[in-house]
C-alpha cells in the first residue's frame, strides 16, 4: 500500500531540531582570538605593542610596513634574559679561568686572574673595560669554534645562577618570549642586537627565543682558518674583531643585517643609539622600548646607579623619542617560563 503524506515545511524544521539538537547559547557564542601575550597584564604597555602590530600589519591602511620591512631587533642582557649581579658570559668566564687554572700557575700571582681566583670580583674588574676584555679574550680564545660552542652548552646545562639556582637560559623572559613569537607570527623579523659575544650567544639563543644563529649580531674576536690534523677549522684568537654595544649597534645592524629596523627594544643607556636611530627614521612607524627593571622581589630592581644595566639617558629621554618604557613589575604576570 502506497502512502502520499505531505508534511508542512515548519513541522519538518521543528522535526529536526528535536532529532540534532538545538542550542542557541552555541549558535550564538563567538569565539574570542587567543591573548598573543598571556604574561603581559592588561593596559598601556601591551595595548600600545599590539596596536602597533595591528597597524603595521593591515594591507590597506596608512601605517602598513611591507613584510620585507618588518625588521625588529633585541638586546639580549637585561631585555631578553637576566643580566645580574654580573653579565652571564662573565660567569662563564670566570668559571673558565677556575677551570683553566692549573695550566696557568703564573695567575696566582697576575691579576685579574689572581683576584678570580680568590673569589674577589670586584677587584678583579677595578681595570674596567681593559681587565673585562683580558678574561673573556683569554678564556675565549686557543680553540676551535666547534670546541668553544661545546663548551658554551655544557657549561649552561651545568651552571646555575647564585640568587634563583635556575639554569642561566632557564633566566629568559617569558613575556619577551611571547612578544618574539607574536612579532613573528604577524611577518616580522627578530634579530638579537646584543654587546654579548655572537659565539657565546648563538649556541642557544634559537631553543630559548627562536631566533636561529644567523640573525644574531654581537661583539666577536679575530678568528683565523687553519688545518688541523688535516681538517679546516676556525681558531679563535684573542683579539677583539668587533664590539657591538653603545654606537657600536647601529653599526652593527647595518654591517650584518643591511636594513634599518621599525621595532627596536633594550633596556640600557647601551642601547640608547640603537633605539634613536630607529625611531628618528623616516617612512615607517617606529616603535622603540625600554625594559625597566623595577621588580626587586620577582628579579632585581635597578637603573641610574647599577653598576650593570645602567638606564639613566634612556629614562630622561624616553618621552622625547616615544619609547615605550615597560614597568617589569607592573605590567608583566610572570618573569620566567614554568612560572605560575
Known sequence: ????????????????????????????????????????????????????????????????????????????????????????????????????????????????????LEGDIKTALAGG?????????????????????????????????PKTKKRYNEMIYQPMVELLKYLRSNGYKTFIVSGGGVDFMRPWVEQAYGIPPDQVVGSS??????????????????EINFIDDKEGKPVGIHQYIGKRPVFTAGNSDGDYAMLQWTSTAGGYPRFGMIVHHTDAEREWAYDRQSHIGKLEKGLDDAAKHNWLVVDMKKDWKKIYPNEK
Open 129 to 161: 673595560e681593559k681587565a673585562l676584555m683580558q678574561i673573556v679574550m683569554t678564556t675565549h680564545a686557543g680553540m676551535t669554534t666547534e670546541a668553544f660552542e661545546k663548551t658554551v652548552k655544557d657549561w649552561l646545562t651545568n651552571a646555575t645562577h
Open 1 to 116: 500500500m502506497k502512502y502520499d503524506i505531505k508534511i508542512p515545511a515548519p513541522v519538518l524544521v521543528v522535526l529536526s531540531l528535536l532529532v540534532f539538537g538545538f542550542n542557541p547559547v552555541r549558535q550564538n557564542k563567538i569565539t574570542a582570538p587567543p591573548d598573543p601575550l598571556p604574561s603581559w597584564n592588561g593596559g598601556i604597555s601591551k595595548t600600545t605593542i599590539i596596536d602597533f602590530v595591528t597597524k603595521t600589519t593591515k594591507k590597506d591602511g596608512k601605517d602598513f610596513i611591507p613584510v620585507a620591512d618588518r625588521i625588529a631587533c633585541f638586546d639580549n642582557d637585561g631585555t631578553l634574559w637576566s643580566e645580574q649581579p654580573m653579565y652571564f658570559q662573565l660567569a662563564f668566564a670566570i668559571d673558565q679561568v677556575k677551570a683553566m687554572a692549573p695550566q696557568h700557575p703564573e695567575w696566582k700571582t697576575t691579576q685579574p686572574f689572581q683576584a678570580l
Open 221 to 238: 674576536g679575530k678568528v683565523k682558518y687553519e688545518s688541523l690534523n688535516g681538517k679546516p677549522v676556525l681558531i679563535k684568537l684573542p
